[in-house]
Structures are given as structure tokens and as C-alpha cells.
């Protein structure tokens, strides 16, 4: 089986905007964001179900999950909420996804129109990390 997006961009085989990364999870700026400043959250092991996370793999998980909703609240102290949807639809690896929003309607997805600004990426995972 080939490894999924995600593990080739852990693995830097794919270039990414990389925020944060320690030794089970990895973050990083996702180049069609819900909402300008999302965030993907990922353990570095590749399991496509939330609930199959081994326990110490999973508490890492959210704990590095809650670590950079900090660090968007103090980057985007403007938003009413940073929304967190948990999946691994479209690529099947976990991933938490963390993006600021101002009301319900933000929180879907729009099709991307435009192709990714990566200088505003690169940007943008330099105030977050300067938030951690």
C-alpha cells in the first residue's frame, strides 16, 4: 500500500509549511483552507481511524491539538472561535483540522478557486509559531 500525502509530507518527500512537529505529531499549514489560517494536525503514525489511535498516540494527538488552538486564539484573537473537525476522508490518515472562524457558515468547505498563495502560507506558519 502506498503511503498516504500526509506520511509523504512527514516524511519530506512533499514540501509543506510546516508550524509544528515533536516526536508522534506533525502540523502544518493546509494549502485549501476551510478559512485563512487552518492548520492540520496529524500523528506522524498512519492510521485512518480515529478511534484505532493507540492511547499514547491519541493523547499526543490532542494534546498537540489544544497546543495550537492557543496558538491560533493568539494569532486570530479577532475570530469568535477556532473550529476544530476531526476526519480522514479524503486522505485516510487522521488529521485534526483547526481554522478560525466568525459563524456557522465558515465552517464548510468552499471548492478552492485560486491556487495557494505560498507566501502567504509561509506567513502565516510563522505567526502561529511564534504563538506555541
Do not use: W
Request: hydrophobic share 40%; aromatic share 8%; proline share 8%.
Amino acid at each position: 500500500m502506498e503511503p498516504t500525502i500526509f506520511t509523504r509530507i512527514i516524511n519530506g518527500q512533499i514540501p509543506c509549511h510546516k508550524v509544528y512537529e515533536d516526536e508522534q505529531t506533525f502540523v502544518f499549514m493546509d494549502i485549501y483552507p476551510i478559512q485563512p489560517g487552518m492548520v492540520l494536525v496529524i500523528p506522524k503514525q498512519e492510521i485512518a481511524n480515529i478511534e484505532d489511535l493507540p492511547e499514547e498516540i491519541y493523547m499526543s494527538l490532542m494534546a498537540t491539538t489544544r497546543k495550537l488552538l492557543v496558538a491560533l486564539r493568539k494569532t486570530f484573537p479577532h475570530k469568535f472561535k477556532i473550529a476544530v473537525q476531526v476526519e480522514g476522508l479524503d486522505v485516510q490518515h487522521v488529521h485534526v483540522k483547526l481554522f478560525p472562524i466568525d459563524n456557522p457558515q465558515q465552517f464548510h468547505a468552499l471548492a478552492p478557486t485560486t491556487e495557494p498563495n505560498h507566501d502567504e502560507l509561509k506567513n502565516m506558519a510563522e505567526k502561529i509559531r511564534s504563538n506555541l
